[in-house]
């Protein structure tokens, strides 16, 4: 039998991180999703750009760089300007809040191209009919754009979670207890990396077996009153 | 912020992003020589066969890169003497075999699910239309399936080929000096942080894009004869 020598709580402990911060940054991709789709049909060309320039970006450096660019090279920034100005702070980032960010920040611009793909699928007809009938743009967005726009972004944003929740495992380099750096303490101190890493692996593999179920189960529901 | 200590490391910089460049093409090669095999495996109706290949691929796509490379290279550790007797050792040690071995792997289980799809895809008629011309088997396969499978799946192809570049960057957690490793050794010796991590960004981002173009160029090269194309009438 798998003999864990007690440490099979510091891993669930490392799970419940690693869902946390996935969930976190799911949330901050999907706004900024929201946010970069928006730019990306907008009219103003600044607003165009910059959500343009957003998703050239981060879709051409890897995850890694910019996790260690925010959170190494942010505090580094902001304190070298604070010195050039006359001040002498220390700036130290929170782990969890620079992971949860960075990561949401990378995926949101996958989700932007999602979400982007998902309000061109809608008919025209659509907010034209509820102009018509006298809603203002923010009702239509709410009644009518949004909950459209969800069903057909389903399959994107589930895959777009599936990829997020995997590359959280990039934030143990930053020295947050989650899954993969409890996995690393444990395999230290029992010097069998093996055994830890590859149940480590069986606990990623059964998120992405859950998270595939619920996505069957939520594209079913979502697509209930069309595909029948 | 002070770039021009980032001029005088360019050459090392340089080298890191030729090790990225070589790692890619390396575990590209040898993955899609495994990938093909695969596909076909996760085909076929004999579940000896196919399912083997579904729980490889399951795996290698279910789980972190992370967690791959440092199975590979941290935990063969625990089977030093069981792989020093089988003379392996030698292999497992090395920071370079391992992080190769891991990129190979998991690209080969994302490339496979790529061309499964596609040889799912050939259109009916086009075998039909082998058979007519009297091929069967490994000749229908050779010269209808593959080259027709081989264009639909190239656009999805060409973003796994991107995805993989980028994945080569977690090999500087085991000690290879690549694009990501020269950086933060760099930047370990002389405290600039966001100089080094931001060249090495710009250097990702043109070869990121510098591979989109070429993978765009030879999708129009295969399949341009697929394309609309505006007829201009003589004036």
Same mark, same amino acid.
């Given at each position: ?15 419940? @991180? ?6 976190? !940054?799911? +949330? ?48 580094? @920034? ?32 996958? !989700? ?41 972004? @389903? ?70 009153? +069309?595909?029948? | ?159 796994? +080929? ?14 290879? @000096? ?38 765009? +160029? ?18």
């Amino acid at each position: 039998m798998l003999d864990l020598h007690g440490y099979g709580w510091l891993l669930f402990d490392g799970l419940q @991180l690693t869902i946390a911060v996935g969930l976190c !940054a799911m +949330v901050v991709a999907i706004l900024l999703g929201l946010l970069g789709s928006w730019g990306k049909l907008s009219d103003n060309w600044i607003v165009n750009l910059t959500a343009n320039t957003y998703t050239t970006v981060v879709r051409g450096v890897p995850e890694l760089i910019l996790l260690l660019l925010v959170y190494f090279g942010a505090p580094t @920034l902001i304190q070298s300007i604070a010195t050039s100005m006359g001040y002498d702070i220390r700036v130290d980032i929170n782990p969890f809040i620079a992971g949860t960010l960075t990561i949401g920040f990378i995926y949101g611009a996958f !989700a932007t191209e999602v979400l982007r793909g998902a309000f061109q699928s809608i008919p025209k007809g659509q907010a034209e009919a509820a102009r018509a009938i006298g809603m203002h743009r923010l009702k239509t967005f709410q009644r009518i754009l949004l909950p459209q726009a969800m069903r057909f972004a @389903l399959p994107g944003l589930g895959n777009v979670w599936m990829v997020l929740i995997k590359a959280t495992s990039l934030i143990s380099i930053i020295q947050l207890d989650e899954l993969m750096r409890k996995t690393k303490i444990a395999s230290n101190a029992t010097h069998e990396p093996f055994t830890f890493y590859l149940l480590a692996s069986f606990i990623y593999l059964g998120i992405t077996l859950v998270s595939m179920m619920a996505q069957k189960r939520a594209e079913t529901w979502a697509n209930k009153g +069309v595909t029948r | 912020m002070d770039f021009s200590i980032v001029w005088q490391y360019l050459p090392l910089l340089l080298q890191g992003a030729w090790v990225t460049l070589w790692i890619t093409v390396v575990s590209l090669i040898i993955g899609l020589a495994l990938a093909i095999p695969l596909a076909l495996a996760r085909l076929t109706k004999n579940r000896l066969i196919s399912s083997p290949a579904y729980l490889f691929v399951l795996y290698f796509r279910g789980t972190p890169l992370l967690v791959q490379i440092f199975l590979i290279y941290y935990g063969s550790g625990q089977f030093r003497l069981e792989l020093t007797d089988l003379g392996l050792w030698g292999f497992f040690r090395d920071p370079w075999f391992c992080g190769i071995l891991a990129l190979v792997l998991n690209t080969a289980a994302y490339s496979a699910e790529i061309f499964r799809g596609a040889i799912t895809a050939v259109p009916r008629n086009d075998i039909e239309a082998g058979r007519a011309c009297g091929m069967s088997g490994l000749l229908l396969f050779r010269r209808i399936t593959m080259p027709k499978a081989f264009r639909i799946g190239l656009p999805a192809y060409g973003n796994e +080929v991107i995805f993989l570049l980028q994945a080569t960057s977690l090999v500087s957690t085991i000690t290879i @000096l690549d694009l990501t490793g020269i950086s933060r050794q760099l930047i370990s010796k002389t405290f600039a942080v966001y100089e080094f991590y931001l060249t090495a960004a710009a250097m990702y981002l043109v070869m990121t894009y510098a591979l989109v173009y070429l993978f765009r +160029v030879w999708e129009r090269r295969m399949n341009g004869h697929l394309q609309d194309r505006v007829v201009t009438a003589p004036r």
